[in-house]
């Protein structure tokens, strides 16, 4: 009822930048939240960003100062901009968002991920 669809992820040197994007669609009433996530090979998925409808805004201790969360609640979409990058960031990068459909269930979805190789 809800799809999200990632892109923006890629191979990039380090101190590179990537700009992410996750546009949700569907019987969406409101959105709440809209977050990236990020799950690396062997370790758990972290929080990256997360922004609310009002534009609230926190951030991963380790990203602070280089990534930068936005959305745009006229097209349903978040984005994280990424600068400075370090071969650390490499990850597959899931977007989530939640809200309410139309006809009012809650909603909670995850995009498919997409990877983001920081390498020289």
């Known amino acids: 009822q809800v799809q999200l669809v990632e892109s923006g992820g890629g191979l990039v040197q380090p101190g590179g930048s990537l700009r992410l994007s996750c546009a949700a669609s569907?019987?969406?009433?409101?959105?709440?939240?809209m977050g990236w996530y990020r799950q690396a090979p062997g370790k758990q998925r972290e929080l990256v960003a997360r922004?609310?409808?009002?534009?609230?805004?926190n951030y991963a201790d380790s990203v602070k100062g280089r990534f930068t969360i936005s959305r745009d609640n006229a097209k349903n979409t978040v984005y994280l901009q990424m600068n400075s990058l370090k071969p650390e960031d490499t990850a597959v990068y899931y977007c989530?968002?939640?809200?309410?459909?139309?006809?009012?269930?809650?909603?909670?979805?995850w995009g498919q991920g997409t990877q983001v190789n920081v390498s020289s």
């Open positions: 989530n968002v939640d809200g309410y459909l139309r006809g009012g269930a809650r909603y909670d979805y």
């Open positions: 569907g019987s969406i009433f409101s959105i709440n939240h």
């Open positions: 922004i609310t409808s009002i534009g609230s805004t």
